[in-house]
């Protein structure tokens, strides 16, 4: 896939490849930094940049089309933490909605936030209507039992494979909201945001995890027998 002399780009920013090694290739960014890259991820990450623009712009093509508004959300969880990191567990947590929450519809954008790891774990897009169930199915949640939910289908666009790959409460700022790490501080908050603030939001989530692990695979002292656990291995798109 990749050739010297080709144009590519990872969660960094845009790069040239110098040199291909086996599966490895030297390329320089355009601020002049240069990187050892291990050819197999940065394919993965290559091919998954080129499907995040498609479907950004399929999903503004959704958006035009339907020209309803779509609202941004961050959703706080109380307590979400590593083993609760996989796709079914994500959607059994982060979908019930009381009556007390906000008019969601399909195309509606949520960021969940997990109080007791204070991070941003996931983002994910409404695809349609709810149905209907019962608090007592989610006493754990905090919902009491004679409660009236609404559950929601989404589709998981990201999430970090891990808590500490999570982007923390304090490295973020939000200008539409700025006393947002007050109102996060309990579980079952629908916080309604700009999409400005959302997108900025949600990209540094995907990037600060993904960095992360091609941090770990760019240090030759480590062993190359295993790769390590990425975003988009268990993307559920």
Do not use: C
């Amino acid at each position: 896939m990749f050739e010297v002399g080709g144009q590519y780009a990872n969660r960094i920013g845009d790069y040239e490849v110098l040199e291909i090694n086996g599966n490895k290739m030297l390329v320089r960014y355009e601020d002049g930094s240069e990187a050892n890259l291990n050819m197999g991820i940065q394919e993965r990450i290559w091919e998954n940049i080129q499907a995040d623009v498609e479907a950004q712009n399929s999903r503004n093509r959704k958006r035009k089309k339907a020209g309803s508004q779509v609202s941004h959300y961050i959703k706080s969880i109380a307590v979400f933490n590593n083993e609760d990191l996989n796709t079914a567990a994500i959607r059994a947590t982060v979908t019930p909605t009381g009556p007390k929450g906000p008019a969601i519809k399909s195309g509606d954008r949520f960021i969940y936030y997990s109080v007791s790891s204070r991070a941003f774990f996931a983002v994910a897009t409404i695809t349609g209507e709810p149905k209907k169930a019962s608090g007592k199915d989610y006493a754990d949640l905090g919902f009491s039992k004679g409660t009236s939910m609404r559950v929601y289908p989404i589709d998981i666009d990201a999430f970090a494979p891990k808590m500490d790959q999570a982007l923390w409460l304090d490295s973020t700022e939000l200008e539409s909201q700025p006393k947002y790490k007050e109102l996060l501080a309990e579980g079952q908050v629908h916080l309604s945001i700009t999409e400005d603030d959302f997108e900025l939001l949600a990209e540094a989530l995907t990037e600060y995890a993904e960095n992360d692990v091609d941090d770990l695979e760019t240090d030759d002292s480590g062993d190359d027998e295993e790769e390590p656990l990425l975003i988009e291995d268990e993307l559920d798109i």
